[in-house]
């Protein structure tokens, strides 16, 4: 199943230009996820992660392209799936309350 455009995302709010983005996500414990980002412009990036011993996991934002997350890039859908392709997604548990994806927006810090 995938992401509905109804669907009602988390919003997190995250520091520009840090090194990685961390998620309590609830998901199961020591496994293999691909999360997807998609940008303001439809185009989708992802990364392979592994979640900790209690299903959270840390998006390491240095792999992907310098500048791509700063105040001014807008907000990013992020879904976590357990296939390689964006076709299914997995609930993420946040604050005990389920979400299909999370909307992650970057601002500075003055």
């Not at 090194?19 to 496994?31: I, Q, R, S």
């Not at 980002?37 to 998006?59: C, K, N, P, S, V």
Request: glycine residues 6%; hydrophobic residues 35%.
């Amino acid at each position: 199943m995938s992401i509905s455009r109804c669907d009602i995302c988390y919003e997190y709010k995250a520091t520009a230009c840090a090194d990685g983005l961390t998620l309590e996500a609830g998901l199961t414990a020591l496994t293999v996820y691909t999360v997807f980002l998609e940008d303001r412009y439809g185009h989708f990036h992802t990364q392979e992660i592994t979640t900790t011993a209690q299903g959270d996991f840390t998006l390491d934002l240095t792999a992907f392209d310098a500048g791509m997350f700063t105040a001014y890039s807008g907000s990013y859908e992020l879904s976590v799936s357990t296939e390689t392709t964006y076709s299914t997604y997995e609930t993420l548990v946040i604050n005990s309350v389920s979400y299909p994806c999370v909307k992650v927006m970057f601002y500075n810090v003055d």
